[in-house]
């Protein structure tokens, strides 16, 4: 059985940092792409940032270029998500998603529905 847990969610001042962590069991998980989705009240899940399955190669929407860095470690089975100068529009139910489709498709396509997607953790920022 598949399971996919983030981790690290909580309350941030504006223009502070948090780590997100998602870790992954039950699949190979260096087979699959992984990508951090976010969804704020009232508002559609949109792509953050996703990661190619070895690590080389990252995608991020424009609203969090030069503030947010994706990484994973294989060996860990774990992908990171860290955030700094946190804006209070980055308040959102944070997802990771382990995929197997290509990550430039994945960041674009928040509505999917494949993958193993975790349950999410929560990311308040306050002005």
């Known amino acids: 059985q598949v399971q996919v847990v983030e981790s690290g969610g909580g309350v941030a001042q504006a223009g502070g940092s948090l780590t997100l962590s998602c870790t992954v069991s039950?699949?190979?998980?260096?087979?699959?792409?992984m990508g951090w989705f976010r969804q704020a009240p009232g508002k559609e899940r949109e792509g953050v940032s996703t990661?190619?399955?070895?690590?080389?190669?990252?995608y991020y929407v424009d609203s969090v270029k030069g503030r947010f860095t994706i990484s994973r470690d294989n060996a860990k089975k774990t992908v990171y998500l860290q955030m700094n100068n946190l804006k209070p529009e980055d308040t959102a139910t944070y997802y990771c998603?382990?995929?197997?489709?290509?990550?430039?498709?994945?960041?674009?396509?928040?509505?999917?529905?494949?993958?193993?997607w975790g349950r999410g953790t929560q990311v308040t920022v306050s002005s």
């Open positions: 998603v382990a995929s197997d489709r290509a990550p430039n498709w994945l960041l674009i396509n928040p509505a999917t529905t494949s993958g193993y």
């Open positions: 039950g699949l190979k998980f260096d087979n699959y792409a």
């Open positions: 990661i190619t399955y070895s690590g080389g190669g990252a």
